[in-house]
């Protein structure tokens, strides 16, 4: 969804056209604008299609309910900031979830520091980047777990931190992809490429939520 061309027409304000510093990107990037910041430089994010934002919606809302319905934390969703300070970054993944443990990194405005669970939903043109890119910076940001949908495959790949502070992927069980750092949470990649989704409380229903 990031592109790096300054004449990308996007809601928000424009590019600045130059590389910004943390305090002046924090200052120009206001609630309507969709952008990143790499080491100084400024992508702004396309609209996502129609698609995309219905996978990583259903997500995020069975996530969230889970999450809140067992105490565990809480889910955020699109435009909410993640602060890597160390790589100086500052990205907006689609799914971010916090546990209770670690709510201390909940700023106002962003994440401040490697979450427990980020979830990334693959479009056409950030295909390198969520499988390589970002990959990298979570992993030695230390997030505790990665996952990726790819509606482009169909596929779900998700990766837990190891012992040695590397990536491990998660193996796929009876056709369900479980989670490490959200306990009890698990997606069946089938519920994501069916028609029409699943409503988020079957899926709960379904990982044992009574609502």
Known sequence: MVRRHADIETPGKRHPGRKLTESEFVAWCDEDTRAEWVDGEIFLMAPDNTYHNRIAGL??????EYAIENKLGIAFFESIQLRLAGQKRRRQPDIVFVSTAREQIIKDTYIDGAPDLIVEVVSPDSTSRDYREKFIEYEAA????YWI?????????????GKEKHFIQLPEKSGKVSSKSLPGFF????????????TV???LKEMGVKL
Do not use: C, N, Q, T
Not at 59 to 64: L, P, Q, R
Not at 149 to 159: I, Q, R
Not at 187 to 198: A, Q, R, T, V
């Open 59 to 64: 997500i995020y809302k069975v996530m969230d």
């Open 187 to 198: 997606l069946k990649p089938e519920w994501l490429w069916s028609e029409p989704l699943p």
């Open 201 to 203: 409380f079957k899926l």
């Open 149 to 161: 949908v790819d509606p482009l495959s169909k596929h779900v790949e998700a990766f837990a931190l």
């Open 142 to 145: 230390g997030v505790r777990e």
